[in-house]
């Protein structure tokens, strides 16, 4: 009589087990091995990483951009109205209903982090069609773009911002 071996034995073991087990263990059994398929990779990889260092780069400059006519909106009242115009487009902009309320200039501000947003992602691809962007670089812009983009909102370093919005 043949021997099975010690892992072919553990795998019959294995599968006897997953049949007696109840309906959320076999599920919760498959959900355990189920990135496992992701991990085979695709047959046609990008031959560069510059898309999506161009992506998520410019997500984070999007951000950056907005606190910077945030601070722009703050200090200069005439910059305040264009940029309220800009997001007019925007339903809510300018809302006469009380009930409801209104987005005001943050619509603008939506809008250029938007145009913001899409001319840094299509500069940056183009400038980097087909480079490989190392993952050190492009975590360095994108945290870079996020914690300046945060701490232009805080308060204490800048205390020419109001706490709260003003009309």
């Not at 892992?7 to 076999?26: H, M, W």
């Not at 992602?121 to 914690?147: D, E, G």
Request: charged share 10%; aromatic share 18%; net charge positive.
């Amino acid at each position: 009589m043949k021997q099975n071996s010690p892992q072919k034995t553990q795998n019959l073991i294995d599968e006897d087990r997953t049949v007696d087990l109840p309906i959320y263990s076999q599920i919760w059994q498959w959900l355990k091995h189920f990135p496992s398929g992701l991990a085979v990779g695709s047959k046609n990889p990008p031959h560069s990483s510059a898309s999506a260092a161009a992506a998520l780069i410019s997500a984070s400059f999007g951000c950056f951009y907005m606190m910077v006519n945030q601070h722009l909106t703050v200090l200069f009242k005439s910059w305040d109205e264009f940029v309220w115009m800009l997001g007019s487009w925007i339903p809510g902009s300018h809302n006469a209903n009380k009930l409801f309320g209104e987005i005001g200039p943050y619509s603008g501000k939506e809008t250029l982090l938007l145009f913001g947003w899409l001319c840094s992602w299509f500069w940056l691809h183009n400038l980097w069609k087909r480079k490989n962007i190392h993952f050190s670089f492009m975590f360095f812009w994108m945290a870079f773009f996020l914690v300046a983009a945060t701490l232009m909102n805080w308060h204490p370093l800048f205390p020419y911002m109001p706490l709260m919005p003003t009309k």
